[in-house]
């Protein structure tokens, strides 16, 4: 196996392995285990700062997007889809799925999205359902600040679609304060559990609004009112991955355990970049860059692919390439969750620093060395 430096999956805890092996009920008949379930959901909701409901979905994060979208969108709902990534931009398809009408507000990629322009936007258009925004897209790293964005659609009316998966548990989230009314998260990135669960907290006013609709919910497995009742009824819509929720209740603890950790990951990635910057590549973004993940322009003369390919075949590491439009342009270094830790990710420079000097980029420092003394 590989060290596996990537911006999700991370590497999981021996602890959370462990509990995916427990023996286990039936998660439709045994109550024990809608008592577990139900007791996750509000350590999740807890650690996220919110009286809202959450429920844990069976399916990995991408799922969460949809189910959001699935269960508000009504054919014809006008949607304000926050594009200044790919994912970000990736809802609009989500949306279009369920026959409402995507409208792009699309900005440059280099940059969080600005509040003050965005709130120029907003006065002259704000006739719209929902509207989904990224926290943290992974694919360039961008943190965009949903806590002033969420808030200034909530002024219009507009409800809020957040899509946390890469920033929730290493970056301050707090859903009620920002009003956020269904946020998404997964089980790979900071949580740094094995891929395989989405999870989400909704609102009253997302469930109103889902509980009015005028036509029934276009899926199933996407539907999050069938979600609603499930502890007073002790049922569920299918049958849990009960071993999954073993897991990530185990990654929960671990993470509740470990005050420090949105400092820890702010240090780290700043580190990071400080040593990347002295090395001569240039960073992706311009600023306001999530503390998960850093995101480096391929130096020219070289491929993404002889990098990834020199660091997993060489030294054992696996770090990110990326897709669509930034697809061979970028590499990129995971440091969330469980892999934010000085020591794996100095080893990971060092490699780094060794490959691109190899292939023919030369390194203005060992980034190891100035990731040491600047963390
Ligand atoms: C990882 C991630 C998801 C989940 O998508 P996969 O590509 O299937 O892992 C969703 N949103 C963001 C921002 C992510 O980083």
Known sequence: MYKMMTPGPTMVAPSVLQARGREFGNPDIDADFCEEYHALCLELAGLLHTKNEAYILGGEGILALEAACASLTEPGDKVLVIDNGIFGKGFADFVSLYGGKPELYTVDYH???????????LKEHHDYKYATVVHCDTPSGVLNEIDAICPLLKQYGILTVVDAVASMFAEEIRVDDWQIDIICGGSQKALSAPPGLAFVTVSDDAMAAMEGRKTPVASFYCNLLAFRNYYRDKWFPYTMPISDIYGMAEAVRLVKEDAGRIQRHQKIAAAVRKAVERAGLSLYLDYGSASTVTVINVPEGLTD????????????????????????????????????????????????TKTLNTLGFSCGCDMETVFLAER
């Open 111 to 121: 940059r969080p999205v600005d509040r003050k322009m965005l709130e120029v936007f």
């Open 305 to 352: 692919k002889a990098i990834l390919e020199h660091m997993r075949k060489e030294y054992g590491i696996l770090i990110a390439g990326c897709f669509d439009v930034l697809a061979g342009k970028v590499i990129r270094l995971g440091h969330m969750g469980n892999n934010a830790n000085t020591e794996d990710v100095a080893q990971m420079l060092a490699a780094l």
